[in-house]
């Protein structure tokens, strides 16, 4: 049976990206691809160009920094969905002050009602030292809510580590 | 079966207490909350509140930062008891400058004495970047070793993401 | 069976060490130890120490802070090998401004033509907020990508927490 809603968590360079590639382009297409990602500098530029040239061909991409839930909702309409990523999308709705907790009612609101699979994509962030920067913590606890609220609805969470999946929520791939 | 010592393990908001208090409200009552968080500040006094708030009726509360042996001695003599959490602690009884070797085999000789189930948490702050404050990679080791020297007895250890338990030993709940 | 190669990931303090000793030890010797660690400092100088002074009798050391390869490639033939840890390999391959992709492609060529079983540790490091410092990034990348390119070949991929193995990839131990 398929997933109708996938959380990929991970930390960096765990595999996240690809595993959830995979687990949409296993789906019928056409495919759409949300990147949250915004290149302010040019490492950043450098790292969304390398994302993007990793990626098999065949895919649409919707690059939408904040309005998240509205560009799901006219992406799910044509095919499977991937969102990447959720922490990208907090980090700019932080920077742009908007009301988190709305944003994600909005979200946490929609994706039940989506009528396509969707795989999203998280960073784990929580699992070093506390920053001694207040925005850094406020972050992590903004990314943390975030993805227990999504776990709670979602059918399968995977937790990423070396490229490989465990399974805290439905079956492994 | 019961577990008599459970360690909870996670990052930050990735619903470590949240788990480790439904363990303990499964269990026959009086449960007594061992809180080890000392409010420094307003931001930590918030946090305290919040979790508290967060938390169902019916627990006795009590504020213990240092001598965790001597308040788990006498909570447990009532019934099921969480420990929330050891991470705070370690960083108290590291600012206050006492043995943590000292502290570590008092506690770790007392838990299987224990009369009643017990429920650990820990921060699971290990997992990023070397800190390049000595003193925060000072706490990652102890911290370690502390959850090392626990899961080594405990019944069941958890390791927690985005409020999903992975089991290191023992049931999942 | 015996795995062939095996990858141990964890955070500080998890146990990566003791556990990869186990494995090579569980095996026939004569057992060969490869320290990729540089005392720079006391610090350093103090926790090699520890780390031997943990081991079990009957271990060959070779210290190999660079050419991980060329010492694997004698030491395999004689037994088991244990090289603890890539992570400080990599390190030290960035401070010396090698071509790291040159050396992780090397590595990766020769792991599967070894005749002895290899145990490989590895430090996760990606699982905090992302660090401000662009080194650390990059370290971060590196770190992440060598990991996942030795699980896609390893027989067996273990990540430690607590000193408990979670099995990534074939049996846990």
Redesign the interface.
């Known amino acids: 049976m398929t997933a109708r809603l996938t959380?990929v968590?991970?930390?960096?360079?765990?595999?996240k990206s690809a595993m959830a590639e995979r687990l949409v382009t296993d789906l019928p297409g056409p495919w759409t691809y949300i990147a949250t990602a915004q290149a302010f500098d040019a490492?950043m530029r450098q790292r969304i160009r390398q994302h993007q040239a990793d990626r098999v061909p065949g895919w649409q991409t919707l690059e939408e920094p904040m309005d998240l839930a509205g560009a799901l909702g006219s992406a799910a309409a044509a095919g499977p969905v991937l969102v990447d990523c959720l922490t990208l999308w907090l980090t700019n709705l932080m920077l742009a002050e908007r009301d988190i907790p709305a944003e994600r009612a909005r979200l946490l609101a929609l994706l039940p009602t989506l009528p396509a699979p969707v795989v999203l994509v998280?960073n784990?962030?929580?699992?070093?030292?506390?920053?001694e920067?207040?925005l850094?913590?406020e972050?992590?606890?903004h990314?943390?809510?975030l993805?227990?609220d999504?776990?709670?609805i979602a059918d399968r969470?995977l937790?990423m580590?070396?490229?490989?999946?465990?399974a805290?929520?439905g079956e492994a791939p």
Do not use: T
């Open positions: 959380l968590l991970g930390g960096a360079r765990s595999g490492e998280g784990e962030v929580g699992l070093g030292i506390v920053p920067n207040k850094a913590r972050f992590r606890d990314a943390g809510r993805h227990q999504i776990a709670r969470v937790f580590a070396a490229g490989l999946p465990l805290l929520k």
